[in-house]
């Protein structure tokens, strides 16, 4: 079995902006940064063999700053990117609920939710799941720390915990937390939601 260690990216400034970042490839901010640094001394000593980064700066450098802590073999995988908000990247909060009756249209879609000209939360829990999967093959029996973003992991969480990604729908988790999947005969499974971090 490998187990993954799942966590978002430290804070950017559209993140503080409250802007929709999709795979636009923004940096870290000061704060991320120091996020970072933070998390890396709770997960030192935490029998972690490696890393699994998205290929996206964000969560590259955060991978990058707790393993100056930790000093593990790390991995990318583009799969594990931000979902494709297409025509809606860029926006903020607010502008996006000027958009209400297209948006709240597609939220009422669940996992078939696709943002004009973007991905759907299916192509993304798919492309996710496949990532997690194939990486367990070449890494039976580790314990992974998985760097990605929040639409990543809220596709893998609500899809494991059985949601049907509703507006309706609890939220499973909550962010900046450590979210552990288990992957066993290359099905994925969930552990455990919210641990501190």
């Known amino acids: 079995m490998t187990t993954y260690f799942c966590m978002r990216h430290g804070l950017t400034d559209w993140n503080r902006d409250r802007r929709i970042q999709g795979n636009t490839d923004i940096p870290l901010n000061e704060e991320g940064r120091g996020m970072a640094r933070a998390w890396a001394g709770s997960l030192a000593g935490g029998g972690l063999d490696c890393i699994l980064t998205s290929a996206l700066s964000r969560a590259r450098e955060t991978a990058a700053i707790i393993n100056e802590t930790l000093g593990l073999p790390v991995f990318e995988d583009p799969r594990l990117g931000e ?3 297409g025509d809606w990247t860029g926006l903020t909060k607010p502008e996006l609920k000027e958009l209400r009756k297209k948006v709240g249209r597609e939220e009422y879609r669940g996992f078939g939710f696709r943002p004009q000209g973007g991905e759907s939360r299916d192509e993304v829990l798919m492309r996710a799941c496949d990532a997690l999967i194939d990486f367990s093959v070449a890494h039976p029996g580790e314990s992974v720390l998985v760097v990605t973003h929040n639409g990543v992991l809220k596709c893998l969480t609500y899809a494991l915990s059985g949601l049907e990604f509703m507006p309706s729908d609890p939220v499973p988790f ?24």
């Open 174 to 197: 909550k962010p900046y937390r450590l979210h552990r999947i288990e992957c066993l005969d290359n099905e994925l499974a969930l552990g455990e939601l919210n641990m501190e971090l």
């Open 83 to 85: 979902q494709d908000w």
